[in-house]
């Protein structure tokens, strides 16, 4: 079946650590997106990525950083500098920026710092 | 910069009984999309409904429907026949024609009572 496969489902960081969040989709799709999400803050977007080897800052990109050497595949990794980490993590995918059709979501991270 | 406003953190609606979720955004664009995602607790980002600007009729995908009126900014989702499983947060969406990023409101708790 296609779709947007998030793992692990719950991950736990120790003050200091770097954590990688693992996004993979085999929609076939050129865009994809990392959004954060806090109680009462809706979904805010840290990153996203048009084409492979290319990606672009977010509204909340400050301590993330991101990759995307696949097409199917875009990890975020949560560094010591982000300081208030502990939220849940959203990846999604959709066909190209020209093509606004509906965003597929993951299943979710649920991050927290121990 | 667009803005999403949910004036409505809860709501609570009867089984069988029709439910409006409100949503205002703010743009200065005239070409843009609207979307209306629902999260069940499962937590799964789920499109329920899309609009797009330059479309003058509403919305309708079965239960759910919109009263999207452009000059007052307002993007409304109408639910009738409310079923349990539409128990879920419901997040309105705007994105601008062109643009990569979905703007998210804060999200409307909706339960639905038996």
């Known amino acids: 079946d296609g779709g947007i496969t998030q793992s692990p489902k719950y991950l736990f960081r120790k003050e200091g650590q770097n954590v990688t969040l693992s996004c993979e989709q085999n929609?076939?799709?050129?865009?994809m997106y990392w959004y954060r999400q806090d109680p009462g803050q809706g979904l805010r977007l840290i990153y996203y990525?048009?084409?492979?080897?290319?990606?672009q800052k977010g509204d909340i990109a400050e301590g993330y950083s991101v990759s995307r050497e696949k097409k199917e595949s875009f990890p975020l990794t949560v560094t010591s500098a982000q300081k208030n980490p502990t939220a849940f993590y959203l990846c999604a995918s959709s066909i190209s920026r020209d093509a606004p059709t509906e965003a597929f979501f993951g299943q979710g991270t649920r991050l927290t710092v121990v | 910069a667009q803005t999403v406003t949910q004036s409505q953190p809860e709501m609570s609606v009867q089984e069988a009984e029709t439910v409006t979720l409100s949503c205002t955004y703010d743009t200065s664009e005239s070409n843009y999309y609207l979307f209306w995602y629902k999260q069940p607790p499962s937590r799964q980002m789920i499109l329920v409904i899309r609009?797009?600007?330059?479309?003058?009729q509403n919305a309708t995908e079965n239960r759910f429907s919109v009263n999207f009126q452009k000059a007052a900014k307002s993007f409304s989702l109408k639910i009738s026949d409310s079923q349990l499983g539409d128990t879920a947060m419901y997040f309105c969406a705007f994105m601008k024609q062109g643009s990569e990023k979905l703007v998210f409101g804060k999200g409307t708790k909706l339960t639905v009572n038996p």
């Open positions: 609009q797009e600007a330059y479309k003058q």
């Open positions: 990525s048009q084409i492979v080897n290319d990606f």
């Open positions: 929609l076939n799709h050129d865009a």
